[in-house]
């Protein structure tokens, strides 16, 4: 089967399991525009499940996975919820490993799932970061024990992870907006940035990508500094399609999170607010910019870290999450049938 046909297939089953097709959140300013894709819209709340999904869809449409293995995936949040999730609805079991330091709630939202979840301690999560590299490690030391059991998308190298974005993200974006400038995505695996690279610069290819990468002494879950984490294969590999970079650090993040919880009564993870602020950054360079990027998750599994950090009263996190389901009325709508 053709990558057209395969994903186009699964691009179909991602829509009818409510997995794609989030809004839009337009943020204006005098120089400039922002368009975020809420991704926490998606059924299991974070923009991992297109990866997982089509991750999943395609190791099991060209035979990789079948029922008697089991799925073993290393993440330090959303993938592993997405992963865990969509096994289990689709009749498959996971095991996950996941940095101790995630948050709490991003830990009982994998035991929630009924799937095995063994949390990672290393140098790094004693000290409060989230480095996934241990993780990976106990992962590959597990695989080595019965190696024929296990199925490791590795999203670190899985194409899928790449073309999901390709196929389902890009589309959708264009579908509803003109005139972008940039693509500004913080990253993670890559999956999303190269998969946005490889859409963008096939069939628009004058709009610029930049990658936000977070400093080497970040917190922020879910991106990853490329000096003191392993480069993922789906970065080296696609190196080329991204223009230029950017650096966002944790407290850029907090005022990110801060300033659209003011602007917009949205409460975001900290990657969004990471990659809201390297937008303003690129804005403030090339005034009269039109910007997309991608708000990751909500704010809803960072409450113990949010409240006791100090970025957001309980109050007003308990107040604003109460509306995190509710599409904010200017957001831009994806939800047609047909993108
Ligand atoms: N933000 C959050 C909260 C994430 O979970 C992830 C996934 N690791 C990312 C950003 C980065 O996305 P990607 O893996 O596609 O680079």
Same mark, same amino acid.
């Given at each position: 089967?053709?990558?057209?046909?395969?994903?186009?297939?699964?691009?179909?089953?991602?829509?009818?399991?409510?997995?794609?097709?989030?809004?839009?959140?337009?943020? $204006?300013?005098?120089?400039?525009?922002?368009?975020?894709?809420?991704?926490?819209? &998606?059924?299991?709340?974070?923009?991992? +499940?297109?990866?997982?999904?089509?991750?999943?869809?395609?190791?099991?449409?060209?035979?990789?996975?079948?029922?008697?293995?089991?799925?073993?995936?290393?993440?330090?949040?959303?993938?592993?919820?997405?992963?865990?999730?969509?096994?289990?609805?689709?009749?498959?079991?996971?095991?996950?490993?996941?940095?101790?330091?995630?948050?709490?709630?991003?830990?009982?939202?994998?035991?929630?799932?009924? &799937?095995?979840?063994?949390?990672?301690?290393?140098?790094?999560?004693?000290?409060?970061?989230?480095?996934?590299?241990?993780?990976?490690?106990?992962?590959?030391?597990?695989? $080595?024990?019965?190696?024929?059991?296990?199925?490791?998308?590795?999203?670190?190298? &899985?194409?899928?992870?790449?073309?999901?974005?390709?196929?389902?993200?890009?589309?959708?974006?264009?579908?509803?907006?003109?005139?972008?400038?940039?693509?500004?995505?913080?990253?993670? /695996?890559?999956?999303?940035?190269?998969?946005?690279?490889?859409? %963008?610069? /096939?069939?628009?290819?004058?709009?610029?990508?930049?990658?936000?990468?977070?400093?080497?002494?970040?917190?922020?879950?879910?991106?990853?500094?490329?000096?003191?984490?392993?480069?993922?294969?789906?970065?080296?590999?696609?190196?080329?399609?991204?223009?230029?970079?950017?650096?966002?650090?944790?407290?850029?993040?907090?005022?990110?999170?801060?300033?659209?919880?003011?602007?917009?009564?949205?409460?975001?993870?900290?990657? $969004?607010?990471?990659?809201?602020?390297?937008?303003?950054?690129?804005?403030?360079?090339?005034?009269? $910019?039109?910007?997309?990027?991608?708000?990751?998750?909500?704010?809803?599994?960072?409450?113990?870290?949010?409240?006791?950090?100090?970025?957001?009263?309980?109050?007003?996190?308990?107040?604003?999450?109460?509306?995190?389901?509710?599409?904010?009325?200017?957001?831009?709508?994806? +939800? %047609?049938?047909?993108?």
């Amino acid at each position: 089967m053709d990558d057209n046909t395969l994903y186009g297939e699964i691009l179909e089953e991602a829509y009818a399991t409510g997995i794609g097709r989030t809004p839009v959140l337009p943020v $204006s300013y005098p120089n400039g525009e922002i368009f975020a894709k809420m991704e926490w819209f &998606n059924q299991f709340r974070s923009v991992k +499940d297109r990866a997982a999904f089509f991750m999943l869809k395609s190791a099991e449409k060209t035979g990789v996975l079948t029922k008697d293995k089991r799925i073993i995936e290393a993440s330090s949040g959303n993938t592993g919820i997405a992963i865990a999730n969509i096994a289990r609805l689709l009749g498959y079991h996971a095991e996950l490993y996941v940095p101790a330091s995630s948050s709490p709630e991003t830990i009982a939202r994998l035991k929630e799932t009924g &799937n095995a979840i063994i949390e990672v301690e290393d140098e790094n999560s004693r000290r409060g970061k989230i480095n996934i590299d241990a993780s990976i490690r106990r992962l590959k030391e597990r695989i $080595s024990e019965d190696p024929a059991r296990f199925v490791n998308f590795d999203q670190y190298s &899985n194409r899928a992870n790449t073309l999901g974005h390709f196929y389902s993200t890009g589309p959708e974006i264009t579908s509803v907006l003109d005139k972008i400038t940039h693509v500004v995505v913080g990253i993670g /695996t890559g999956g999303t940035v190269t998969g946005l690279a490889k859409y %963008f610069k /096939t069939f628009y290819p004058w709009v610029k990508i930049v990658a936000a990468e977070p400093s080497a002494d970040h917190h922020i879950q879910g991106l990853k500094n490329l000096s003191v984490s392993a480069v993922p294969d789906l970065i080296r590999e696609n190196r080329s399609l991204i223009d230029s970079w950017i650096t966002v650090d944790d407290s850029d993040a907090r005022e990110g999170v801060k300033e659209l919880m003011e602007l917009k009564s949205v409460i975001v993870g900290f990657s $969004s607010g990471a990659n809201f602020m390297a937008c303003r950054k690129l804005m403030a360079e090339e005034p009269g $910019s039109r910007i997309l990027t991608i708000f990751p998750d909500s704010a809803e599994k960072y409450r113990s870290v949010y409240t006791s950090t100090g970025v957001i009263r309980e109050e007003v996190f308990d107040t604003l999450s109460a509306n995190i389901n509710t599409v904010p009325d200017d957001a831009i709508l994806c +939800d %047609f049938s047909d993108p």
